[in-house]
């Protein structure tokens, strides 16, 4: 044993855990708003805003708080990650689920302010 | 057991004993060689052949447009030009020579002697190169693919395209893509499992990094073409109309599965070039690397944005504005992480002192080139800038900015920064110099200008143009380039034959390397190294220089020759602590036969032979079944001494082997492919025109409950078999029977639904997507059945025990996949009716 730290390989899936919530957001914003366009949910309103933009903005919204929220049990796990190997993969983990995490927020922001189904 | 090792052998003797058993066979038997050097330089080989057939093929195109109203060709011969062009740069030269040179190198970077299957790599090789020739061939008898290298419908749909022109492309491609999903298995499993002793994830070499993450890429990336070929064949070939709109298909579907490929081939084309530029420039910068966690990441995040901007080669298609926004974001975005790796380059350079040797030389083209592209990229990134130049030469000049400045020149800076490995001698500089000239010049001629010609408005893919559009000038000084470039590669192969003829010899290390490359003697012997390195630092020959010597005298891990077998270390995935041996195998046939069987279902394919279409794939069945018995022991066998006082159970009796590994790979690979088949029969729901069908699924409901049971319960004694034979009780065989037998009655099942309550393919896109969601799940049934019963025959062989328990766990695995598959299948044929509206 090198003091590398002992932890299994399935810690490695931090490393895409991050971009793995991005592209969930991804995908449903890509292909909700398609299914909304179809069923007509922009003629459809709901309080100040229309059925469309509503499901989006929370599609949107519930990504980012998962992105968030990912922090809470990489932090956990990461205090168990010892040894030189274990920092790199704090440091690497951490980077890469804030990068998603903002990228999150930049792909979604135009729900907030474009037409939806033109 | 008899051993030589360490303490009975010199270095020579040790040499002589290990290249005995890993040097590849002449003549004949060459057909045989798995050996991961000689298959890796068979691929670039190939590649380079393939390049200089493409580069021809340029030279023609610009010999066409060097002026107005040039009678040189017709537009026949033009669009097979460009199709062809396209076509064999992208999937016969970009990926295959990644593939070569990760062939190549992984295994030396890391420390091994070998990658995790070599016969697979072998079987990959033969597959690129049949389905290559083919596709090359068919220039030749006038029938070459002629619709573009993305082969849009409906031009590639049978009524636009009669002849097969596109179904050489669609089998073509498709027979290059095996090759290309095997060898994404192979690097993934190999990064993760097969490295020398101390090499946990931080100490990896960065170019291990970029294989790994592009043979990730590559899983996930190429399923949606296949699927795509696949479906685009079947519609060709039996009338199934996916992309016919008026039976309900969509063109546009064809363009979401081939630019859901053909975006991230971009990536992947791109970042194990930028994983040569990482690996090159601290070696010349005399430093190490700055930011290698936020290289890491960066890679990790460009992998993921990739796969967020195929849409941005679609945004004339009338996709709404919302949607288009999101794919613009997406690319807008990737210029950060990519902006990560420049910044981390630089600041290396700034960091040490630049060595401007030839390699070097290379890179500072890329760098100027590269970034270029990198800029026009964003630019074509905001949607209205792209709708004034899409479909022009803008767009040309752009992505050959992108491609030959991000991926060729770095490639051929890593052909003279590795070529003296292969060689063992060093280029002549002055004939280098003027090749780097020459291209650089060259391509900057040709390409810089094209900017222009698209901005004045010239289109892509036309053979030929009127006079005083503006464009004649900018055409012939793009053409008067691309000569000069072509000059630049002939000047270049001519260096690359002196060196091999005249080249200067030199004894280890020339360019001060600091990772296990060149940890070796030069030319690299077959086995690579003598004793596997025990590493404690990324940079091993800073740390030790004159560790290649201390290899050489067998000081290490598995130092010796044991009953004649190849062997290399496995190790934990994270902490690269060693905890198996894994023994290769040695020369076989199988591949190559295996890649002629699948030759023989193309061909027949290809020919409208589709009776005999399932011999190939028996034969490959076949050849498969004894590919795998090969393998494996009749008994558990006590841990062996490995070298530095470990000893290590044999791979077959590891937790985890390679080969359990790569069926979880495999399944990646193929679960993308289900995914994008789910995607694409929801998106014809959605989307495509001349929906409702006039016909649905109509009952069935109790047959498709019996079948899925019956996967169900297949999935189940297959795992009850695994856990029998873990907990080693009695009954394994019997519930890994009743998993086959329960397999083949869920098939029945699905097939019995298609005849009589889904309606027929050929009417409607809904039939036929129906059809092909439930013949994916009979296949998978059906090779289900199969595994079973070889698993029940290694059973009663005596292969399976409750330590070698992967031919126990496999079955249960598939098993497990295809109910799942099938289920999912399931619900989308009975559910969507009723969500979407129409009714069961």
Redesign the interface.
């Known amino acids: ?2 003091g ?6 399935l ?2 899936l931090w ?2 855990a991050g ?1 793995t919530v ?2 969930s957001g ?1 995908v449903l ?3 909700v ?3 909304g ?2 069923a007509g949910w922009p003629g459809m309103e709901l309080g100040p805003l229309t059925v469309q933009r509503a499901v ?1 903005l929370a599609i949107w919204a519930a990504h980012l708080a998962a992105g968030l929220a990912l922090f809470v049990p990489l932090h956990s796990a990461a205090k168990r990650w010892t040894g ?2 274990g ?3 704090k ?2 983990s951490a ?2 689920t804030l ?2 995490l903002v ?1 999150t927020l ?6 907030l302010f ?5 | 057991m008899s051993e030589q090792g360490t303490g009975r052998m010199t270095p020579i003797g040790l040499h002589r004993a290990l290249d005995a058993i890993w040097r590849a066979p002449k003549g004949l038997a060459a057909f045989s060689t798995v050996n991961h050097s000689v298959v890796g330089r068979r691929f670039i080989v190939t590649a380079f052949v393939f390049f200089a057939i493409g580069g021809l093929m340029a030279m023609l195109m610009r010999a066409q447009l060097a002026r107005p109203q040039n009678p040189f060709l017709g537009p026949e011969v033009y669009n097979q030009l460009f199709t062809l062009h396209g076509t064999v740069m992208m999937f016969l030269f970009a990926i295959p020579l990644i593939e070569g040179v990760a062939l190549y190198l992984l295994p030396k970077l890391l420390g091994a002697r070998d990658l995790a299957y070599p016969r697979l790599s072998a079987f990959g090789y033969w597959c690129y190169l049949f389905g290559g020739v083919a596709i090359l061939a068919s220039f030749v008898f006038g029938v070459a693919p002629d619709g573009g290298w993305f082969m849009y419908v409906p031009l590639a749909s049978k009524a636009y395209s009669p002849g097969i022109n596109a179904d050489v492309w669609l089998l073509g491609v498709t027979f290059v893509e095996v090759s290309a999903i095997c060898a994404a298995v192979e690097f993934v499993v190999t990064v993760l499992k097969v490295r020398t002793g101390g090499m946990a994830l931080h100490r990896m070499p960065l170019m291990a990094w970029y294989l790994l993450i592009t043979a990730a890429m590559m899983l996930v990336g190429f399923p949606p073409l296949i699927l795509g070929s696949v479906l685009l064949e079947i519609e060709r070939a039996f009338g199934w109309p996916f992309f016919a709109p008026d039976a309900g298909g969509a063109p546009l579907l064809w363009q979401h599965l081939f630019w859901l490929f053909g975006h991230p081939e971009v990536y992947i084309i791109f970042l194990p070039a930028a994983g040569v530029v990482s690996t090159l420039i601290p070696v010349f910068a005399r430093t190490r690397i700055v930011g290698y966690a936020w290289i890491v990441a960066a890679i990790i995040a460009l992998a993921f944005l990739s796969f967020g901007l195929w849409v941005h080669h679609m945004f004339t298609t009338g996709i709404p504005h919302l949607a288009l926004a999101f794919f613009s974001a997406a690319s807008t975005l990737v210029a950060i992480p990519t902006a990560v790796q420049i910044f981390a380059w630089t600041a290396t350079l700034l960091k040490g002192r630049l060595h401007l040797s030839l390699p070097m030389l290379y890179l500072l083209g890329f760098f100027s080139v590269f970034i270029f592209g990198g800029l026009t990229g964003v630019m074509l990134a905001i949607v209205p800038f792209d709708w004034q130049v899409h479909d022009t030469h803008f767009v040309v000049a752009h992505l050959h900015y992108v491609l030959i400045g991000g991926f060729v020149f770095p490639m051929l800076a890593a052909v003279y920064y590795w070529l003296p490995l292969m060689t063992g001698r060093l280029p002549v500089f002055s004939v280098s110099r003027t090749a780097f000239w020459l291209i650089f010049i060259g391509f900057n001629t040709t390409f810089l200008v094209m900017h222009l010609t698209g901005l004045l408005g010239m289109p892509r893919r036309v053979f030929t143009y009127e006079a005083g559009l503006g464009w004649d000038l900018p055409n012939l000084i793009s053409s008067f380039g691309g000569f000069v470039m072509a000059a630049g590669f002939a000047v270049f192969t001519l260096d690359l034959v002196l060196q091999f003829r005249f080249g200067r010899r030199f004894r280890r290390n020339p360019w001060k390397g600091t990772t296990l490359d060149w940890a070796m003697p030069t030319p690299a012997p077959s086995y690579n190294f003598a004793a596997l390195p025990r590493v404690s630092s990324r940079d091993p020959l800073i740390d030790d220089p004159d560790l290649g010597a201390q290899l050489a005298r067998g000081e290490g891990y598995l130092g010796r020759v044991r009953d004649g077998q190849m062997e290399t270390l496995g190790v934990d995935m994270a902490t690269g602590e060693p905890d198996q041996i894994i023994v290769l195998p040695q020369n076989d046939y199988l591949p190559i036969l295996t890649a002629l069987s699948l030759a023989i279902f193309f061909g027949c394919f290809l020919f409208g032979f589709y009776a005999f279409s399932p011999v190939g794939l028996g034969l490959a069945a076949v050849c498969v079944w004894r590919w795998l018995w090969s393998m494996g022991a009749k008994n558990d066998g006590e841990p062996e001494a490995a070298g530095l006082g470990l000893e290590l159970p044999l791979y077959h009796s590891a937790a985890r082997p390679p080969v359990w590994l790569g069926l979880i790979y495999f399944l990646v690979a193929n679960g993308t492919f289900f995914a994008s088949l789910l995607f694409g029969y929801l998106f014809l729901w959605t989307i495509a025109p001349n929906w409702p069908p006039p016909r649905m699924i109509e009952g069935g409901i109790g047959l498709a409950v019996l079948t899925a049971s019956g996967l169900i319960l297949s999935a189940v004694s297959a795992g009850r078999a695994r856990a029998l034979n873990a907990s080693a009780r009695p009954g394994r065989d019997l519930f890994q029977a009743l998993a086959g037998i329960f397999s083949v009655l869920g098939g029945a099942g699905l097939v019995a639904i298609l005849i009589m309550a889904a309606p027929p393919p050929t009417g409607h896109a809904y039939g036929a997507a129906t059809a092909a969601l439930l013949g994916y799940g009979f296949l998978h049934a059906g090779v289900g059945a199969l595994f079973s019963a070889y698993a029940v025959a290694r059973g009663q062989a005596g292969f399976i025990s409750p330590v070698r328990a992967t031919d126990a766990r496999a079955p249960a695995l598939w098993h497990a996949y295809t109910a799942v598959c099938a289920l999912a299948g399931l619900v989308f044929v009975y559910g969507l009716p009723l969500a979407m509206g129409g009714g069961a």
């Open positions: 044993m090198s590398d730290g002992r932890f299994s390989g810690n490695l490393l895409v971009f991005w592209s991804f914003l890509y292909g708003h398609a299914i366009c179809r989006l030189p190997a920092d790199f993969l440091g690497a980077l890469v990068a998603a990228s930049w792909i979604g922001a135009p729900v474009l037409e939806t189904c033109r």
